[in-house]
């Protein structure tokens, strides 16, 4: 088929290049000369595994272009996927002016009976509202909704083997024509209306965030009472009926979508009249959270972070990506300094972050340092010698935000360690 995908960040870009792979003919387009450029080159500006050499096949085969012009990658396509952020507005709710403004620019251009498929996360009751906009300007297209549930680090992975594809229309031709672009995954489809299928992005990510915010709740309790939050989620986990995933507990979840997609929902049903209490209260803990990380900080120094130098490993906002969009580790370290620590920070894959110092590798990072605070769970982390962390460290506190090493060996070296629930 013919597709467009409007937007090359890391949504589009995977889309486009993962259905470039699928035997696509796919144009991309993307405002941003310069990454127009490196991309037509080859170069990924983004680290996600494995993408580099989806889009340089794509690339070497044909089936893949980048597009200055929205208009040019826009013409001729049989489906345009609309892929640009939304980002959030002061109010929470998602802001789709973006979305509208592409859409006000491609839609005299789209061929006739084009499908124009929503894979930003858009606010319910958006694909109604660009349908409208677009009969409007008397395009004969349909707008559908096509969720996007890849995660940031195993994006392409999560392309190929999707746990689900969402349909949200109910145009029947619209609806087999997307049954045929994903023909060759293997994944339950669930069709549905657009408005169903925009609800049922915001409840996954909803529900997974409020997963992980009663892992840390529960782990808060275990300090409290003297439990070990991980025996006590593992034991929860075989229950099948409960599980494993997304219950480790840490300083909180982060990134590009769950902080914003959470507030989204509430923003959401506050407009429909709802009251989305416990939503509420995820954020509310989560917020809470980073802050129970720095008491343990504070702690570790003897109660006062003032004048004292802390090493922080990790500043992407999970293992596995570059990303540091709503990072905990990045509101970690803007909570030590506001209260007088020097914070000196290494990432793997995060050079550099403004007004933030940084060290040359994780070892380089302890040097003096009064205490270290973990707050990525990159797996590099447990190779470090221990023994050197501790040698090059002025104090003896090891914070661990992630649960990532083994308290005993920790202590052994005579290192205090402080986990989550633990
Ligand atoms: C999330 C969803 O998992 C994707 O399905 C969705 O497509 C994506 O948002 C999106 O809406 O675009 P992502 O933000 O890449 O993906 O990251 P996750 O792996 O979901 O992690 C989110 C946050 O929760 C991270 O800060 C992570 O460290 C934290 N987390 C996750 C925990 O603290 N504990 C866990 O057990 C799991």
């Known amino acids: ?12 870009l995977v889309t486009g290049a993962g259905l470039a792979a699928l035997g696509h003919r796919v ?51 049989e ?48 694909a109604k509202r660009f349908q409208d906009l677009l009969d409007g300007v008397g ?30 229309s109910k145009d029947q031709r619209a609806v087999e024509q997307m049954v045929q672009l994903y023909t060759a995954l293997d994944a339950p489809i669930v069709v549905t209306d657009a408005v169903s299928s925009e609800m049922i992005k915001y409840g996954a990510n909803a529900y997974l965030a409020t997963r992980v915010t009663f892992a840390n709740a529960m782990a808060n309790l275990c300090e409290a009472v003297g439990a070990d939050a991980r025996d006590v989620l593992l034991g929860m ?3 099948r009926r409960i599980g494993f995933h997304f219950l480790n507990p840490g300083p909180g979840f982060g990134g590009s979508c769950f902080p914003k997609d959470t507030r989204a929902l509430v923003a959401i049903a506050e407009e429909s009249g709802y009251d989305f209490a416990l939503l509420k209260g995820v954020i509310e803990v989560n917020d809470e959270q980073a802050r129970r990380i720095v008491a343990k900080v504070r702690e570790a120094v003897g109660g006062t972070l003032d004048g004292t130098v802390v090493a922080l490993w990790g500043l992407a906002f999970k293992a596995g990506t570059d990303d540091t969009r709503d990072s905990p580790s990045l509101r970690l370290a803007d909570y030590l300094r506001a209260e007088g620590a ?8 995060v050079r550099s972050v403004p007004e933030l110092e940084m060290a040359a590798d994780a070892l380089d990072a302890t040097k003096a340092a009064d205490v270290l605070l973990i707050a990525t769970e990159w797996g590099e982390f447990q190779n470090v010698d221990l023994g050197e962390v501790r040698d090059a460290m002025r104090g003896d506190a090891i914070v661990d935000a992630r649960n990532l090493l083994d308290p005993g060996a920790v202590r052994r070296l005579g290192l205090r360690y402080s986990g989550v629930g633990r």
Not at 105 to 122: C, D, M, N, R, Y
Request: no cysteine.
């Open 237 to 239: 986990g075989y229950d």
């Open 342 to 349: 020097r914070v000196r920070a290494y990432d793997p894959h």
């Open 1 to 12: 088929m013919r597709v467009t995908v409007i937007g090359a960040g890391y949504v589009g």
């Open 79 to 126: 489906v345009v996927f609309i892929a640009v952020p939304t980002p959030e507005r002061d109010d929470g709710a998602a802001d789709v002016s973006i979305v509208e403004w592409v859409i006000g620019e491609v839609g005299s251009h789209l061929q006739e009976g084009a499908l124009v498929v929503l894979k930003s996360t858009v606010p319910v009751g958006s």
């Open 27 to 77: 144009r991309v387009g993307e405002a941003d000369q310069e990454r127009v450029r490196q991309l037509s080159s080859g170069h990924v500006p983004i680290f996600e595994p494995d993408l580099d050499r989806l889009v340089r096949d794509g690339l070497g085969n044909g089936l893949l272009s980048f597009h200055r012009s929205n208009i040019e990658a826009a013409e001729g396509a």
């Open 139 to 168: 395009a004969n297209v349909v707008v559908l909704s096509n969720p996007e549930f890849l995660r940031e680090g195993s994006a392409v992975a999560d392309f190929f083997h999707p746990d689900r594809i969402v349909i949200g």
